[in-house]
């Protein structure tokens, strides 16, 4: 067998790549499981880059037009008219995907595992059989523990998380998603109520198991109300290179996932269209320049990321007083993005006032987001 390109990984980023490459190249998929779907993830993407991608409206569950947010003592609410992001079932988004690809021609190889590479060839397993396959150009979109990424040497340099996440059964208001700021609950990420519909919502955090158990009795969920219970892991930081020589990575596999919030889907797909071009100008090595927009995105998480982790729950509280005030909030309400994060802070950060009582919160790192 020969191809065109080899995609490592049937997730959503390599079938979405898989989709936009099979226009202009033969292209096969390898994915090591035998369906699609069923990892960890809450699903929700922002609105207006699932319009963008093109993504199917089949896979929404819920959209989402606001959010609470809580910290120990305090909260604030963001609503907007039109919905900014969408909750989605991730097995019909990768599936839909998938489908595309295969309308335009892609071939995908299920149950079969990418194991190595071998004289430019890739050593695949499907079952008991070893098989090869070349290809021109490969590609690791095999998520954050990428045997592809191993293979080519790349090095992070990151934080590692794993979070928990149970699908509950409660009383929601189904368009409002509530965010948990509360470091004595979840110490090392904010726990999150995602409402698939008005008495399921899909709640979890990053840490350990008992930050989720402890936000789960906080905010009086019943254990015996739990349909379903996933865990999975995110990198926040850097994975180079993302391309060497006739092998790039994507999505995950790259880390490419904001700091802020563990969202990679969105950050994945627009690598994949930046890869897309780099491969149709010939010119593979140009995929990190083309990726310039969501490097910058992810730098700047990372040093948000950081004063998170420098903040005690005193501290939490007074950036909450900042942006639960009136002028934060008609900010967030008219200019935030859900995918841009800089942006959102540079329009928080150009008010003085605002910054300047964010400044007295905690002065150097501020200035390092700045
Ligand atoms: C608890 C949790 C909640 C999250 N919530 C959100 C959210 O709400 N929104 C959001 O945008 N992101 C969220 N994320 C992150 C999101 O899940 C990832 O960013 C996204 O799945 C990345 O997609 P991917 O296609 O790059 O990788 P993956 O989804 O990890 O897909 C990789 C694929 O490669 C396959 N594979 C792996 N190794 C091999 C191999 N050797 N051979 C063949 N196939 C292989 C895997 O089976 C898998 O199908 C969350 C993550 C977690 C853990």
Request: proline share 3%; with cysteine; aromatic share 10%.
């Amino acid at each position: 067998m020969r191809y065109d390109i080899l995609i490592i990984g049937a997730g959503p980023v390599g079938n979405y790549l898989a989709s936009l490459l099979a226009k202009d190249f033969s292209v096969a998929v390898v994915e090591k499981k035998n369906s699609f779907g069923g990892k960890a993830c809450t699903g929700i993407i922002g609105a207006e880059n699932y319009e963008k991608l093109g993504l199917p409206k089949k896979a929404i569950l819920n959209e989402l037009y606001g959010a609470t947010f809580y910290s120990r003592i305090q909260s604030f609410s963001i609503r907007r008219k039109s919905p900014q992001a969408y909750l989605v079932d991730r097995k019909t988004l990768e599936r839909e995907l998938a489908r595309k690809a295969m309308k335009r021609g892609a071939d995908y190889l299920m149950s079969t595992t990418f194991k190595g590479f071998k004289d430019r060839k890739a050593l695949l397993q499907h079952l008991g059989d070893v098989f090869e396959v070349k290809a021109d150009f490969y590609v690791g979109a095999d998520g954050v523990n990428s045997t592809v990424a191993k293979v080519i040497g790349a090095k992070s340099k990151a934080e590692f998380l794993t979070g928990y996440e149970v699908e509950v059964l409660g009383e929601f208001d189904r368009k409002n998603v509530e965010v948990w700021v509360n470091k004595e609950t979840t110490p090392d990420f904010f726990a999150w109520v995602a409402p698939i519909d008005e008495e399921t919502a899909r709640v979890g955090t990053f840490g350990k198991i008992e930050h989720l158990n402890r936000f789960l009795r906080l905010r009086r969920f019943e254990p015996t109300r739990i349909l379903e219970f996933k865990a999975g892991s995110v990198g926040f930081g850097w994975r180079k290179p993302w391309v060497r020589g006739n092998v790039a990575l994507v999505g995950d596999s790259a880390l490419q996932i904001k700091p802020t919030t563990a969202g990679g889907i969105v950050y994945g797909m627009l690598c994949a269209q930046a890869l897309q071009k780099a491969l149709l100008e010939g010119r593979p090595e140009r995929y990190w320049d083309h990726c310039s927009w969501v490097r910058r995105q992810i730098s700047f998480g990372l040093k948000f990321r950081k004063l998170f982790l420098g903040l005690n729950q005193d501290g939490i509280e007074r950036v909450f007083e900042v942006l639960g005030s009136e002028e934060a909030r008609e900010v967030i309400e008219t200019q935030a993005d859900f995918d841009d994060h800089l942006r959102t802070a540079k329009a928080i950060l150009k008010r003085p006032r605002l910054l300047a009582k964010l400044i007295r919160v905690s002065p150097s790192l501020i200035k390092a987001l700045l």
